[in-house]
Structures are given as structure tokens and as C-alpha cells.
């Protein structure tokens, strides 16, 4: 029998009971354990220990529960085409479950020793509308938040509250590091704050908008969901079991803007005065083929996004998507190679290791799409060249979240406008021209531009209308057909 890992079991370069809590992360899931812990451990290695990560979850105690019997203590699997490597990370201290005792992370928030507080909550986890960035302020938890400060639900929720609380003490902030796909995320993440700090208190508001720093940041690490077959894989390669190992690439990247006014650890990242061409290239690069491969990839009945790279046409779309259509709308990013980041994205994507599911990338579409597909979308139509692949990608989209697939069984559609989705889809019925202006019109996510783009709209439809008569295989054989 394998033996559970531990602080007593583990071997680890530096002893985790004598790290500083110098970060607390909030939406402490498999991504953050497997990017920015992983970064941070290896400052932590170098011998700088003020830099131990307090990580909390807004939602369930999964991973505190999987993660208190081992010290916190997990496996970091990393893979490429020539196999698999294991390490065990220290860096996490501790996780707080949000809904049992908020007070406990407002007060880990507001440890002297913080002088980060970075995120990793999706997405939908910033109550914003996606098309314009600005706060939603009818989202029930930012309407609950307003009347609960000091029990907040939300991440803005929790940042403001902390943020008062410092004040309050004589503390400086901390800087908020957001590590979600989000369009300049820094910039929109503090739109978001600053706006519910001032809804309860133009002061505070004030306060933030003066003081708090928000670096925006670029991040780039593969990280599907953790499988039992995971589990047992990386138990036999190290001899421990480990509840919630994870699994990752060997690829590793992150671009920070560099403005930590209370300091910052000495992360081996990309430090840059401007990360947007960054972002755009790897958002619309990476996420906006992720994106439509997931959508045509389940509907063509491919299960991980390493299926999808073997069906030669679906992967040439991809391609397509990125070599005609994405790559003439960016700036080249100082020091970077667009070609090379291509290349190495198309080899990642069908790298053997990673089960990555599609519809774990299909999840979430309506907060997804803007920036992964709608941004190219605009400077394209702008100027007056073809958006063939990208009206695919959104057509897909409006297919997969009908809920029903090509065999007629019912998909699990995970999205936040889930219901209005699936209500305006019953409504239209399989008609194109129906279906495809009803989820037009949903204006947080198409914004008012885009819904009355003829160019657009006659793209989207067609699109739409080949998914619905000749199913998402022959749509993008065809499309092969008519791209060679
Ligand atoms: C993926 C991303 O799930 C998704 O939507 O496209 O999580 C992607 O794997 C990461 O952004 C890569 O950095």
C-alpha cells in the first residue's frame, strides 16, 4: 500500500511550517496550484520564505478537505511528448472554505505580512459584464455583498471588505493580482472593485481608486481537471497518494505588469511595463482555438482537445483560425515570436498527457467568448476582411448551448445565462435565423455593435444554419474544403 502524503512522508528543499503568509489566493483550484504556486515555489526553493500562500475557496470544501490530511502538500505532474514528471509543492499553507467562517479570511486578508492578494475565480467570479467590464450590480451576489459588507460572498465582495478593514487598521493594501483570462484584467478587475467599494462608501471608493495596485497579468499553463486515473498514475510514479495531485504541461509561462507597490516575490515570470499585446496573442491565439475546437470538437463527439488535433480537419481549422484570421490583428509583443508561440501551441494542444476536455473548455461560454473570439471579430469587420472561422466558433457556440447534441441527448451546458440560453434556444427551435439573432441580442455578451453588423450577422447565420442541417463534422470538412 502506498503511504499518504505528509510533511512526514514528503521530501521538500525547505521546511513549509517556517514560511511567512506573504499571499492569500482566492479560487485556490487546480490552476492557480499548478501556475502561480508553482512559480512561487520556486522562490520559496531559492530561500525567500515570506512568501507562503494562504489559499481560499468561495464555494466548496473539496480541496480543503482533500488537501488538511496532507499538509497541504500536493503533487505537480508536468508532461510533454516524452513523458511525465512529479514534484511536490509546498508553497500552499492552508485553505479557507469562504460560506463556513468569511471573518477568518477577511482576517487572513488582513495579516500584516499579506502584501498580495492574487485571484483565480473564473471568469463569471468577478460579477461583471463581460462586454464592457463594468460591475453588474444587479448579480445577486454583489446585490447580497451591498447589504451583508462584512459577510460578503463575492471575490469583489471579499477585496473591498478586506481593503476597508486594512484602512481601518492603519495597514497599507495589499496589490490585487488577478490570474484569470479576463480582457486586461488588472484594469477590469479594478473597474470592478473600485465601482462596489464606492457603492458602499464613495470614501472607501476613493480609497481604492487612490491606493490599491492592480497589475494586470498574461497567464499561460494547460490545466485540465485532476482524474482518478490521474491519481493512481501519479501514486504509482511516487510511491505516495496524493487526494487532488495536478496535472499539468511542462509548458509554463506568465506575464506580469510590474507594480507591487508593497513588494512581490522574485517569480522567475515575464516582468513588462504593458502586458495587452501579450494578452491579445495568447487570449485570441490559444483561448479563441480552444474555444472553437471545444464547441465543434463535442459536437463532432471528440472528448479531450487532443481528439480534436487528430481530426485532421477540425485541427486545420484551428490553424486557420489562427494563421488567417487572429494573427493579422496583433501587435508582435516585445521580444516575442508569434510564429514560434503558434508552433508550440499547436504541439500543446496535442500534447498525449493531457486529457483536457472539451467540455470542460465549453464551460462558461458566455463569459468567454468576448475576448476569446469578439475582439478579433471587431478589428476584422473594421477592416472590411473575412471572419469564416471565428462566425464558426460563435455559431458553434449557439449550437452546443441549445442543450440538445447531434444524436438528440442532452448536454450539460455549465454557463451562468444558462437558463436564458436554453430558453431563447427552445423558443427559436433548430432555425437559424431564428435561434441566431435571439442570442445575438444578449447584450453583455455580442455588446450593441456587433448584433447589428450585417457582415456579422449573415456569417453567424449561415454558420449556424450548416451545424443545424449537416451537423459540426461535415461543417468544418466543408470549411477545409473551401480554406485548402
Ligand atoms: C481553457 C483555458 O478552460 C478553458 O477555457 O481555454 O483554461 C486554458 O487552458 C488556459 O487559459 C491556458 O492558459
Redesign the pocket.
Given at each position: 500500500m502506498t503511504e499518504r502524503l505528509s510533511l512526514g512522508t514528503a521530501t521538500l528543499a525547505y521546511d513549509p511550517r517556517l514560511l511567512d503568509i506573504g499571499i492569500v489566493h482566492l479560487g485556490v483550484g487546480a490552476?492557480h496550484r499548478a501556475h502561480m504556486a508553482d512559480y512561487t515555489d520556486a522562490v520559496l526553493r531559492k530561500g525567500d520564505l515570506r512568501w507562503g500562500i494562504m489559499g481560499a475557496s468561495l464555494r466548496s470544501p473539496e480541496t480543503r478537505d482533500a488537501l488538511a490530511p496532507q499538509d497541504w502538500l500536493y503533487t505537480l505532474a508536468e508532461s510533454d511528448e516524452t513523458g511525465e514528471r512529479c514534484r511536490l509543492i509546498g508553497a500552499l499553507r492552508g485553505v479557507l472554505v469562504a460560506p463556513e467562517d468569511c471573518q477568518a479570511l477577511i482576517e487572513a486578508m488582513c495579516l500584516p505580512s499579506v502584501k498580495i492578494v492574487s485571484l483565480t475565480v473564473t471568469e463569471k467570479g468577478y460579477c461583471h459584464d463581460p462586454a464592457t467590464g463594468e460591475l453588474n450590480e444587479s448579480h445577486p451576489d454583489i446585490v447580497h455583498d451591498l447589504a451583508n459588507p462584512s459577510a460578503p460572498r463575492s471575490a469583489p465582495g471579499f477585496l473591498v471588505e478586506a481593503l476597508r478593514a486594512r484602512k481601518a487598521r492603519g495597514l497599507p493594501p495589499f496589490t490585487v493580482l488577478c490570474c484569470d483570462?479576463l480582457p486586461a484584467n488588472g484594469r477590469t478587475v479594478a473597474k470592478v472593485v473600485t465601482r462596489l467599494a464606492h457603492l458602499r462608501d464613495p470614501a472607501l471608493g476613493r480609497h481604492v481608486a487612490e491606493n490599491v495596485a492592480f497589475p494586470a497579468t498574461m497567464?499561460?499553463?494547460?490545466?485540465p481537471a485532476t482524474t482518478d486515473a490521474d491519481r493512481a498514475r501519479i501514486a504509482a510514479a511516487t510511491g505516495l497518494s496524493d487526494s487532488w495531485p495536478v496535472v499539468t504541461e511542462a509548458y509554463n509561462n506568465w506575464v506580469v505588469e510590474d507594480h507591487f507597490p508593497q513588494g512581490r516575490p522574485a517569480w522567475d515570470a515575464t516582468f513588462v511595463s504593458d502586458i495587452a499585446p501579450f494578452e491579445l496573442m495568447?487570449l485570441r491565439l490559444?483561448?479563441g482555438a480552444?474555444?472553437t475546437m471545444a464547441y465543434l470538437g463535442y459536437l463532432a463527439g471528440h472528448e479531450t482537445i487532443a481528439d480534436c488535433m487528430r481530426d485532421e480537419a477540425l485541427s486545420h481549422l484551428a490553424a486557420h483560425l489562427m494563421n488567417e484570421e487572429v494573427t493579422p490583428t496583433l501587435a508582435v509583443p516585445p521580444g516575442a515570436d508569434i510564429a514560434a508561440y503558434k508552433l508550440a501551441l499547436l504541439r500543446r494542444f496535442r500534447n498525449p498527457g493531457l486529457r483536457?476536455r472539451t467540455w470542460?473548455?465549453a464551460?462558461d461560454g458566455s463569459q468567454?467568448l468576448p475576448q476569446r473570439l469578439l475582439g478579433t471579430t471587431r478589428d476584422r469587420l473594421k477592416a472590411g476582411q473575412r471572419i469564416d472561422a471565428l462566425a464558426l466558433g460563435v455559431a458553434a457556440w449557439m449550437r452546443y448551448v441549445t442543450g440538445i447534441d447531434e444524436q438528440g441527448n442532452a448536454i450539460d451546458v455549465r454557463d451562468p445565462l444558462r437558463d436564458t440560453l436554453r430558453a431563447r434556444a427552445d423558443a427559436a427551435g433548430p432555425d437559424a435565423s431564428r435561434l441566431a439573432p435571439a442570442l445575438l441580442s444578449l447584450e453583455q455578451v455580442f455588446g450593441r455593435d456587433l448584433p447589428q453588423d450585417p457582415v456579422f450577422i449573415n456569417a453567424v447565420t449561415q454558420a449556424l444554419d450548416s451545424l443545424f442541417r449537416i451537423g459540426s463534422r461535415r461543417t468544418y470538412e466543408a470549411f477545409r474544403s473551401a480554406h485548402p
Open positions: 490552476f483570462n497567464v499561460d499553463r494547460i490545466v495568447k490559444l483561448n480552444h474555444s483536457h470542460q473548455i464551460m468567454k
